[in-house]
Antibody
Framework: QVQLVQSGAEVKKPGASVKVSCKVSGHTLAELSMHWVRQAPGKGLEWMGG????????IYAQKFQGRVIMTEDTSIDTAYMDLNSLRSEDTAVYYCAVVGPSLGYYYRYGLDVWGQGTTVTVSS | QSALTQSRSVSGSPGQSVTISCTGTSSDVGGYNYVSWYQQHPGKAPKLMIYDVSKRPSGVPDRFSGSKSGNTASLTISGLQAEDEADYYC??????????FGTGTKVSVL
């Protein structure tokens, strides 16, 4: 089955950038719609962006436009989320997630396979 | 796109039923039949419990059920069990934003 394994925790200073990776196993990344969701301490889930298979392009939540870039290296089935100009409010757990074959890969249904999460701490 | 509105917390005794509501607008919950629900235990990744308003992924107990009326979706947990104590988030497709999450509801088992 599809599994997602994310890179380890990061500590960054304000103004820096962070790049989180998400390795796909059990499936080909090119056939999946990869998305990124974050969760600040004690707060709710927040969708950041992901691949829209209907338009064939990556889309971003308005809040993160211009500050985040999501890329994929399909040769190694790994997705990346690059967030720049970090500030303390970006301290959060960042998750990659997809809708897998059990839901027919239909991304509107929701996200049924999640990575374990990557903690990013922004502190001076 | 604003977060969907959920009650902050709900509680029940083992065996009882609890219902969590999720209110959006005609641009998200009311406009599409693509509501999903997630369960999240502390320190864990979210788990999909309901998709397509009322469908359960394989392995999710039938104690969990979903419904929708107008701009409000609901998740009902029947026969509440200790392991159901967790945070629950609704989520709706909203066109340009495929995943708009709710504010989250903490379910406590008394």
């Amino acid at each position: 089955q599809v599994q997602l394994v994310q890179s380890g925790a990061e500590v960054k200073k304000p103004g820096a950038s962070v790049k989180v990776s998400c390795k796909v196993s059990g499936h080909t990344l090119a056939e999946l719609s990869m998305h990124w969701v974050r969760q600040a301490p004690g707060k709710g889930l927040e969708w950041m962006g992901g691949f829209d298979p209907e338009d064939g392009e990556t889309i971003y939540a308005q809040k993160f436009q211009g500050r985040v870039i999501m890329t994929e290296d399909t040769s190694i089935d790994t997705a990346y989320m690059d967030l720049n100009s970090l500030r303390s409010e970006d301290t959060a757990v960042y998750y990659c997630a997809v809708v897998g074959p059990s839901l027919g890969y239909y991304y509107r249904y929701g996200l049924d396979v999640w990575g374990q999460g990557t903690t990013v701490t922004v502190s001076s | 796109q604003s977060a969907l509105t959920q009650s902050r917390s709900v509680s029940g005794s083992p065996g009882q039923s609890v219902t969590i509501s999720c209110t959006g607008t005609s641009s998200d919950v009311g406009g599409y039949n693509y509501v999903s629900w997630y369960q999240q235990h502390p320190g864990k990744a979210p788990k999909l419990m309901i998709y397509d308003v009322s469908k359960r992924p394989s392995g999710v107990p039938d104690r969990f059920s979903g419904s929708k009326s107008g701009n409000t979706a609901s998740l009902t947990i029947s026969g509440l069990q200790a392991e159901d104590e967790a945070d629950y988030y609704c989520c709706s497709y909203a066109g340009s934003s495929p995943y708009v999450f709710g504010t989250g509801t903490k379910v406590s088992v008394l």
